[in-house]
């Protein structure tokens, strides 16, 4: 927890009242998203309960496994739900725009890509569980399902993995995006339960944060929002309402297990359109709209992938398929980080406080200073600014500003409260600055130690040249064979 978070969750504590941390909003948040709500049986980690999935607030729809430990219930509940949100993926294929590519031949991108909203990470740790379990299925042979179940999970999958991506809007936990955005006065712990971190952060009239929070702490009346469910509603209402339908199989005993469930999913649905509605009122970072391009880029090429007839998501990545992810979410974190720094100055001074960025003023400029001669001679103009921040950078650190996206600076000397800064990119072409580019005296900055710049991927082999050391090339993938007794399931 950084110094400005946990300032704001004192002073949270002490108002009663959620404190902002940001003053914009740092999430995507599409003009349809579909709010998905999942339950799991109690003791199993993937084996589906109930949702509750929809586009519009009004009209949900509710899916229930009355007897979760029936492996076609399962199935039957996976294609239900293959048929809310299939049909929702492949309207968001239909319109498309050109995007031009210096260097590269253009291509065609979706202009809007699904957004699955879920509680907490917990229900979408469930999400990637569930693709996981449904993604290899198959619509032929012995234990067949229904043909969508095996797209439904190879779907699932791929949200789940692009969710996991800094900046990534695909697959957001409405508990996490609500935690960017406002501090609270209990723990973040406590942040995990919708109920209690809504009610710090729009109360009821008259009533204090703190209090909102203390009354959603009772399961009666806020139950959680899953993907567990109440111990007491799993033993006093689901259990015996499993037990009847267990012994009779009809339909008044399946309607009691699908009322039981609906009383525990209608508040969380209630729960989170309030959320969203939390979210939307906020104005959306500039950073946000390149953030959604790159989503709608992933989305797009995972489709054709999936219209080429490409195979399932693989259980584990090979070698360099593992490490090749691993730098392009470590990129996404550096850039993500950045970005939201410099769209948002309450981010920017948790930066201040540690001493990785800067505010102040300019005393002095040199915008027409050049170093070297002849051919070499280069425009490197000289900036020092007077701050009162505590400045604990080395010199010859690289510096950004984002008053002046893309251009950097180097750290040349500290001296008492005067920074001195050499301007070295974002100053136009030539051997004149370019109007605008260089700070003047008098004139409030900003800069920070973060880089939003691009950066190359990283230098990886081909697969089928992954050295010994790393398991070898991956195997090629094919089909299991047919299954002589049992599938072999990943419910648990």
């Given at each position: 927890?950084?110094?400005?978070?946990?300032?704001?969750?004192?002073?949270?504590?002490?108002?009663?009242?959620?404190?902002?941390?940001?003053?914009?909003?740092?999430?995507?948040?599409?003009?349809?998203?579909?709010?998905?709500?999942?339950?799991?049986?109690?003791?199993?980690?993937?084996?589906?309960?109930?949702?509750?999935?929809?586009?519009?607030?009004?009209?949900?729809?509710?899916?229930?496994?009355?007897?979760?430990?029936?492996?076609?219930?399962?199935?039957?509940?996976?294609?239900?739900?293959?048929?809310?949100?299939?049909?929702?993926?492949?309207?968001?294929?239909?319109?498309?725009?050109?995007?031009?590519?210096?260097?590269?031949?253009?291509?065609?991108?979706?202009?809007?890509?699904?957004?699955?909203?879920?509680?907490?990470?917990?229900?979408?740790?469930?999400?990637?569980?569930?693709?996981?379990?449904?993604?290899?299925?198959?619509?032929?042979?012995?234990?067949?399902?229904?043909?969508?179940?095996?797209?439904?999970?190879?779907?699932?999958?791929?949200?789940?993995?692009?969710?996991?991506?800094?900046?990534?809007?695909?697959?957001?936990?409405?508990?996490?995006?609500?935690?960017?955005?406002?501090?609270?006065?209990?723990?973040?712990?406590?942040?995990?339960?919708?109920?209690?971190?809504?009610?710090?952060?729009?109360?009821?009239?008259?009533?204090?944060?703190?209090?909102?929070?203390?009354?959603?702490?009772?399961?009666?009346?806020?139950?959680?929002?899953?993907?567990?469910?109440?111990?007491?509603?799993?033993?006093?209402?689901?259990?015996?309402?499993?037990?009847?339908?267990?012994?009779?199989?009809?339909?008044?005993?399946?309607?009691?297990?699908?009322?039981?469930?609906?009383?525990?999913?209608?508040?969380?649905?209630?729960?989170?359109?309030?959320?969203?509605?939390?979210?939307?009122?906020?104005?959306?970072?500039?950073?946000?709209?390149?953030?959604?391009?790159?989503?709608?880029?992933?989305?797009?090429?995972?489709?054709?992938?999936?219209?080429?007839?490409?195979?399932?998501?693989?259980?584990?990545?090979?070698?360099?398929?593992?490490?090749?992810?691993?730098?392009?979410?470590?990129?996404?974190?550096?850039?993500?980080?950045?970005?939201?720094?410099?769209?948002?100055?309450?981010?920017m001074a948790g930066y201040r406080l540690t001493g990785e960025a800067f505010t102040g003023t300019v005393?002095?400029?040199?915008?027409?200073?050049?170093?070297?001669?002849?051919?070499?001679?280069?425009?490197?103009?000289?900036?020092?600014?007077?701050?009162?921040?505590?400045?604990?950078?080395?010199?010859?650190?690289?510096?950004?500003?984002?008053?002046?996206?893309?251009?950097?600076?180097?750290?040349?000397?500290?001296?008492?409260?005067?920074?001195?800064?050499?301007?070295?990119?974002?100053?136009?072409?030539?051997?004149?600055?370019?109007?605008?580019?260089?700070?003047?005296?008098?004139?409030?900055?900003?800069?920070?130690?973060?880089?939003?710049?691009?950066?190359?991927?990283?230098?990886?082999?081909?697969?089928?040249?992954?050295?010994?050391?790393?398991?070898?090339?991956?195997?090629?993938?094919?089909?299991?064979?047919?299954?002589?007794?049992e599938p072999d399931e990943e419910w648990s």
């Amino acid at each position: 927890m950084s110094t400005l978070a946990a300032l704001a969750r004192s002073r949270a504590l002490r108002s009663g009242t959620a404190q902002r941390l940001a003053t914009v909003r740092h999430l995507h948040l599409s003009e349809r998203p579909m709010v998905v709500i999942p339950l799991r049986l109690a003791g199993e980690a993937a084996a589906p309960l109930a949702a509750m999935a929809g586009t519009d607030p009004a009209h949900p729809r509710l899916l229930v496994v009355p007897q979760p430990r029936d492996r076609d219930l399962r199935f039957a509940f996976a294609a239900e739900l293959a048929e809310v949100l299939l049909p929702y993926i492949e309207s968001l294929q239909k319109a498309t725009e050109t995007v031009e590519r210096r260097g590269a031949e253009p291509y065609e991108r979706c202009v809007d890509a699904p957004q699955l909203i879920v509680p907490n990470r917990g229900a979408a740790a469930f999400v990637q569980l569930l693709g996981r379990s449904t993604r290899f299925r198959r619509a032929e042979g012995p234990y067949a399902v229904h043909p969508s179940v095996p797209v439904l999970g190879r779907w699932l999958t791929f949200l789940a993995q692009r969710g996991r991506y800094p900046g990534s809007s695909l697959l957001p936990a409405a508990t996490e995006a609500l935690s960017l955005h406002w501090a609270t006065g209990q723990s973040a712990l406590e942040d995990a339960n919708l109920a209690s971190l809504v009610g710090w952060i729009d109360p009821p009239p008259g009533m204090s944060g703190a209090a909102a929070a203390k009354e959603a702490e009772d399961p009666l009346i806020w139950p959680p929002a899953g993907p567990a469910t109440d111990p007491g509603f799993d033993a006093e209402v689901l259990a015996p309402a499993m037990r009847a339908h267990e012994e009779t199989r009809g339909e008044h005993t399946e309607a009691r297990v699908r009322e039981a469930v609906r009383s525990q999913l209608e508040p969380t649905w209630r729960l989170m359109w309030r959320a969203i509605g939390l979210l939307a009122a906020l104005p959306p970072a500039p950073g946000c709209a390149g953030r959604w391009e790159a989503d709608r880029a992933a989305f797009t090429s995972f489709a054709a992938q999936l219209a080429e007839g490409a195979p399932p998501q693989p259980k584990r990545d090979g070698a360099v398929s593992a490490a090749s992810r691993l730098a392009r979410m470590e990129r996404a974190r550096s850039s993500y980080d950045a970005q939201r720094a410099y769209d948002d100055p309450l981010v920017m001074a948790g930066y201040r406080l540690t001493g990785e960025a800067f505010t102040g003023t300019v005393v002095h400029a040199e915008p027409d200073r050049t170093e070297g001669e002849g051919r070499g001679r280069k425009l490197r103009p000289l900036v020092t600014v007077r701050t009162t921040d505590p400045v604990r950078l080395a010199p010859g650190t690289r510096l950004g500003t984002p008053e002046r996206r893309g251009q950097q600076a180097d750290l040349v000397a500290i001296e008492g409260e005067h920074v001195t800064l050499k301007i070295v990119k974002g100053m136009g072409r030539g051997m004149a600055a370019t109007p605008g580019a260089v700070p003047d005296a008098g004139e409030r900055v900003c800069y920070a130690a973060l880089t939003d710049e691009f950066q190359p991927p990283a230098a990886l082999p081909p697969p089928e040249e992954t050295p010994w050391t790393h398991g070898g090339p991956p195997p090629e993938y094919e089909p299991a064979a047919d299954e002589p007794d049992e599938p072999d399931e990943e419910w648990s």
